[in-house]
């Protein structure tokens, strides 16, 4: 008899023990600081943070603007990678920051009607996020995204690019179309645009000539479709409607340039052309191209430290090789540098699009015959001064006076009779140095255009035997834990090396 009360006592007391330790668990477990539902302007905001600031920075070497002696640090000018993340890094930032975080926002305005012209914004922003990612990766999760704390859809597919590039420049088209004069917008919490809706519309006509030409290759008449679309509808043109981030010089970290934050920490904080931890420097390639085109954007971009101090005296301005070894050269100090007072000011700002780019993008439409409101020559040559006038945004030491602009389009005029090879050649190489330092976006650029003819290094141990990049790697979480859609999406598109030609790249 005594057992069975023993088992019946027990049973009671751990009954009212969990009842007991159940008690204010909801309420112990909740975070008092933490809010259930979103502010929509506030996570806006930090979407276009994240979406700007997330980029490949070893692409810097990869098109020549920069290099180190170091092989691990100079990865992208070298094509070695043997250690790091540096390859998965949008892929890895993006889904837990920009992409998730306008998703939240999207699904948060959909609710009221009234919001449709931030719920447009948000919309253009969400295609401007996404096809940052395809475009360096190829197939990725698309329709499944972004929906684990929705849905608990922790392994989405992988979609094909094709239909990404199709359903992002559907969405885009719709975004701009539902717009509305009468109902209210973003404030301060649009970063680029304060909310005006005239420029977010400009904006989405940009980024979608932008698509539209980067599928020249793979799909032409879907190509000339879309750029002709973006061309009617209207693109960013002049100087007031450029499409940028403005950077604070102190404060949070995310509140400050960026690409500028890298380049000071990785390797120019001291400022004196010596103590450079990664051994970064500019790369000859560019260097030499603006010196033999007497470019006036070279003291405003570079400096070489004569006894300590800055010097932008063009005349001894000097690219370093990409082909040093992994040991620091005697003349190392002699190299040219990134300018402190421009582009590594912390408050300089991140241009996303910019008139220059249009100019160059409607120059090769117009040599495609699918443009005829300017010649191919005008609009190359508003290329070139634009690219240069926006480097005032820099501050002072950015000004390039209006003679010298000028002086530098007369000589690197379009060269009309030549094959539309050699023009599109110019136009692109252009493009290259005006676009300086969006790497990311002039490496798409080259990989459509093959231009500027930047020549392979054949760097010993690299990885790709020689070869410029074509595209960046998954992470190998996706491997890990993603295991069945990788797999599918490598399958179909090609193996996840950095030489596979996506959609995009056939």
């Known amino acids: 008899m005594i057992k069975p009360f023993h088992k019946f006592y027990y049973a009671l007391l751990a009954t009212l023990l969990l009842s007991s330790c159940d008690k204010g668990f909801e309420a112990i477990n909740t975070n008092p600081d933490a809010s259930s539902t979103i502010s929509p302007d506030f996570v806006f905001t930090k979407a276009q943070y994240d979406a700007v600031g997330n980029v490949i920075t070893g692409l810097q070497g990869t098109m020549q603007y920069s ?38 926002v999207i699904r948060a305005l959909q609710k009221d009607a009234s919001l449709v ?50 359903d992002l420049l559907s969405e885009l088209e719709k975004a701009i179309g539902s717009f509305d004069a009468t109902r ?15 420029k977010w519309k400009k904006f989405g006509y940009s980024l979608m000539l932008r698509m539209g030409m980067r ?21 960013i043109m002049d100087d007031a409607d450029l499409a940028k981030i403005t950077y604070l010089a102190s404060g949070q970290v995310i509140n400050q340039n960026p690409l500028a934050y890298w380049m000071l920490n990785s390797d120019y904080i001291k400022a004196d052309g010596n103590s450079n931890p990664e051994g970064g420097k500019y790369h000859e390639t560019f260097i030499n191209y603006l010196k033999k085109t007497s470019d006036p954007r070279l003291p405003v971009l570079s400096v070489v430290y004569v006894n300590g101090k800055a010097s932008t005296d063009v005349s001894i301005q000097k690219g370093m090789s990409a ?45 495609r015959g699918w443009y005829t409101g300017a010649t191919a020559a005008a609009l190359y040559a508003l290329g070139i001064r ?34 539309m090879a050699k023009q599109m050649e110019q136009i692109h190489t252009q493009f290259w140095v005006s676009l300086f330092p969006n790497s990311q976006e002039t490496f798409l650029n080259w990989r459509r255009t093959g231009y500027p003819a930047l020549v392979p290094n054949n760097y010993v141990g690299n990885i790709t035997n020689g070869q410029i990049f074509r595209r960046m790697l998954y992470p190998a979480l996706e491997e890990n834990l993603n295991t069945e859609n990788y797999r599918t999406a490598v399958t179909r598109q090609g193996e996840n090396t950095f030489l596979t030609h996506i959609w995009l790249d056939k």
């Open 67 to 104: 290099t180190s002696y170091n092989d691990v640090a100079g990865w992208g000018a070298k094509y070695i990678f043997n250690q790091g993340t540096a390859p998965y890094t949008v892929f890895s930032n993006a889904y837990p920051n920009e992409i998730n975080e306008i998703e939240e």
């Open 117 to 166: 012209n931030k719920l447009a914004i948000a919309r253009i922003w969400r295609v401007f996020c996404y096809s940052r990612v395809t475009d360096l990766y190829g197939d990725i999760p698309y329709t499944q995204a972004a929906q684990g704390y929705t849905n608990s859809l922790f392994k989405p597919a992988y979609d094909p690019q094709q239909a990404i590039y199709a």
């Open 184 to 198: 209210s917008t973003f404030g301060a919490a649009d970063l680029l645009y304060g909310g005006d809706i005239t």
């Open 215 to 235: 599928m020249t290759k793979p799909d032409i008449a879907s190509a000339e479709t879309w750029t002709k679309k973006a061309i009617a509808g209207g693109v």
């Open 323 to 367: 082909s040093i070894p992994n040991t620091k050269p005697a003349d190392f100090v002699t190299y040219s540098e990134p300018n402190q007072n421009t582009l590594l000011k912390l408050s300089a700002p991140m241009i996303v699009i910019s008139n220059a780019e249009m100019d160059f993008l409607l120059a090769e439409a117009a040599l």
């Open 386 to 419: 634009a690219g240069m006038r926006q480097w005032a945004l820099y501050g002072n030491d950015g000004v390039i006076s209006s003679s010298a602009i000028e002086t530098y389009a007369t000589a690197q005029a379009l060269v009309t009779n030549a094959t």
